[in-house]
């Protein structure tokens, strides 16, 4: 339930477009008030005309996009109120609502980039200094309720209005104004299906109604609840194992949904999540979809249901998948008009499945996250609606029209190309090192998703808190992972599947170096190199082969060495572990074909810049074996000793991890890229 948290102290030293982004920014904080994205507030300002010189009044109102919640000024559209409030004598009526949109742009002050938003005639139209439009999930609860407008009533008496549904636009900007100047001493009005619109005479009075409103909303919804059990009761109870369920599953949807579109998972299991799925109604309120224009946007009308108990079924999985893809397109066809913007993807975006939970996909992985995160939103809609009535879904029709509106595809248009590696999931090992950690960065730069993996928990927890710093938590799991112990390294696969859906590349990376002449080279230190260096490939590769092939392909590399081509003094354990793996990526290149999977191998040579491996004791055993000192006098031995005089570093090779993981390199597999500034014994033969 929100509260106030508002500060004299703050405001007092705002100005008043300061004073609009201060509320709207604690607004949109507050997941109780509103959703992510979701939600507008405006002020009407006076400022300068800079053609004039004279004063105007200007409205500034959240623009198309962004959010409350952390957007800053440019956020704000900003409009000549005047101009605005002229376009009524434009308006042909319901039919050419796009037509309106197209004057907004005509109406900027001050040359203001930011594309105004469907809802700012609603804003516009009504006298108020302040107002703010939100959609918390207990006032969309009553707005998408049979008993909704009752409710109403019996929470604020007269003091709040109710409109009947009304898609946003120009047409309910006009209404909402008739219909509250016809009824003085409002504080706010319900849209039915949309959220409520409030209003004060400054800004502080303003964010306290909007609170409560919201507080006194779920106060009474609260009290409903009590009295019922949730959607119908129990049905079905969460299974104890549904975490492996889940890693198991999500790899098997997302390749049959990733065919034209690689898409990213989001799985959640929540409390009130597993109510719902698990409800005696689940079934009957699924069908029904999601009732609030900023929850359907983001969800598709309405899920996809699984039975639980057929998920390990390959072919009833494919047939769920088809049957809502042909269900969808049906849709499309009853409803589309020659005008409208072609099918979008078909598939589903949110898949609920009892005991299990909730699975939702997307493009990127912050998008699936805000889809599941919606849906919840939605099941608590479901929860309060039918606490007080039925809970109402919008109109086919009209829910198709917001889908498909041109406004919403050309926001679409607007969104910037995707980065070449968006959608991707890839897994590196070893990634607490300098090389692992390059590649990650170099992956995440490109718009993939990865599971950084290393045996050193508090290494891999920094190299990971840098990389968050810079691109975001959404997109970067970790996982403590020996790659010598099968069970670990198995495990790790899993949460990957679980967090992100799947895998696309895998980074063979974790590695060791020793030392040692043959005769002083013991049984432990020539198993301990073939433990990490070929069997830790080899249970890396096999687990990512058992992802892969359910993700119609992709890319594994392998980091090897100079040494795996290039016979060296005193390493007989390393180099020939290093041979053995850059064979297996061979036949791995040999058995993976079929399957869209290729395998090929990065060779570097004496990357020590950050290596954790060269700051132990191979950094000396290799400075003795060449008579020169360990420190940059080695550093200096190898840039000399390449044939291009150059230090490689740990970017160097993530580059080149990053040629054979990305589309750059779809026609090869089977091949060794030498990353070593040039050396005439490793060229390959």
């Not at 100047?181 to 849209?191: H, I, Q």
């Not at 390959?314 to 009853?334: I, P, S, W």
């Not at 607007?414 to 992956?443: E, H, N, Q, W, Y």
Request: contains cysteine; hydrophobic residues 40%; glycine residues 10%.
């Amino acid at each position: 339930m929100p509260k106030s948290r508002w500060s004299d102290e703050r405001a007092q030293q705002l100005t008043p477009s300061e004073l609009l982004l201060y509320r709207s920014n604690l607004l949109g904080s507050d997941l109780t008030v509103t959703n992510f994205g979701g939600g507008n507030t405006s002020a009407k300002i006076t400022d300068r005309d800079p053609l004039s010189g004279e004063p105007v009044t200007v409205l500034w109102v959240k623009g198309s996009g962004g959010d409350l919640g952390s957007m800053d000024s440019g956020g704000f559209s900003t409009l000549y109120l005047e101009k605005l409030l002229g376009l009524e004598k434009l308006y042909r009526g319901v039919a050419y609502e796009d037509e309106m949109v197209g004057y907004l742009p005509h109406a900027t002050f001050n040359l203001n980039p930011r594309a105004a938003s469907i809802d700012t005639p609603l804003h516009a139209y009504l006298p108020f200094a302040h107002i703010d439009h939100v959609h918390p999930d207990a006032i969309i609860a009553l707005a998408a309720s049979s008993g909704g407008e009752a409710a109403t009533r019996d929470i604020w008496g007269g003091e709040i209005g109710w409109l009947a549904w009304k898609r946003p636009g120009f047409d309910l900007g006009l209404r909402l104004r008739d219909y509250v100047a016809k009824r003085p001493g409002l504080r706010g009005v319900m849209l039915a299906g949309h959220g409520i619109i409030c209003w004060a005479e400054n800004s502080k009075a303003c964010y306290e109604n909007t609170i409560d409103l919201i507080a006194k909303a779920a106060t009474f919804l609260n009290a409903r609840l009590t009295q019922r059990a949730a959607f119908g009761g129990t049905k079905v109870s969460p299974l104890s194992q549904r975490a492996e369920v889940a890693a198991r599953l999500l790899p098997r949807l997302r390749g049959l949904m990733s065919e034209h579109q690689s898409k990213v998972g989001h799985y959640s299991d929540d409390a009130e999540t597993l109510e719902f799925v698990g409800s005696v109604d689940f079934e009957k309120l699924a069908a029904i979809g999601t009732s609030c224009p900023d929850h359907f946007l983001r969800t598709k009308i309405a899920p996809l249901t699984l039975d639980p108990s057929k998920l390990e079924d390959g072919e009833y999985l494919k047939a769920r998948v088809c049957e809502y893809r042909d269900g969808y397109a049906a849709y499309y066809q009853r409803c589309a008009k020659p005008t409208d913007p072609k099918m979008r993807d078909a598939n589903p975006v949110v898949v609920l499945v009892p005991g299990v939970g909730r699975v939702t996909f997307a493009a990127d992985k912050t998008t699936a996250r805000l889809a599941g995160e919606f849906y919840g939103n939605a099941i608590n809609v479901m929860r309060g609606a039918e606490a007080i009535g039925k809970y109402i879904g919008l109109d086919e029709q009209e829910a198709f029209n917001i889908e498909y509106w041109a406004l919403e595809e050309a926001k679409l248009q607007r969104m910037p190309k995707p980065k070449p590696l968006a959608g991707k999931v890839a897994l590196v090992t070893g990634a607490a090192g300098a090389i692992g950690a390059a590649s990650a960065k170099r992956l995440l730069a490109d718009g993939a998703c990865v599971m950084m993996t290393d045996r050193d928990q508090d290494t891999l927890k920094g190299a990971a808190d840098a990389l968050r710093k810079q691109y975001g938590k959404d997109v970067l799991r970790t996982a403590v992972c020996d790659v010598t112990d099968e069970s670990q390294v198995q495990a790790a696969f899993a949460d990957c599947a679980r967090e992100f859906g799947g895998l696309d590349i895998l980074v063979a990376n974790a590695g060791i170096a020793s030392a040692a002449a043959i005769e002083e080279t013991t049984i432990a230190l020539w198993r301990k190199n073939y433990d990490v260096l070929v069997e830790g490939y080899f249970l890396a590769a096999r687990s990512a082969f058992t992802l892969m092939k359910l993700q119609n392909g992709g890319s594994i590399v392998f980091i090897g060495s100079k040494n795996a081509l290039a016979a060296t003094p005193n390493a007989s354990a390393y180099a020939s572990a290093k041979a053995a793996s850059v064979h297996l990526a061979r036949c791995l290149a040999l058995e993976g074909a079929e399957h869209g999977i290729r395998v090929n191998v990065v060779n570097p040579d004496a990357v020590i810049r950050g290596s954790k491996i060269w700051d132990g004791d191979w950094r000396k055993e290799r400075a003795d074996s060449y008579g020169v000192d360990p420190g940059e006098e080695l550093e200096e031995f190898y840039r000399k000793r390449s044939l291009l005089k150059l230090n490689v570093l740990p970017e160097d090779i993530a580059e080149a991890v990053w040629y054979f993981a990305s589309s750059a390199s779809a026609k090869s597999t089977g091949n060794i890229l030498n990353v070593d500034a040039g050396n005439a014994q490793a060229f390959t033969r």
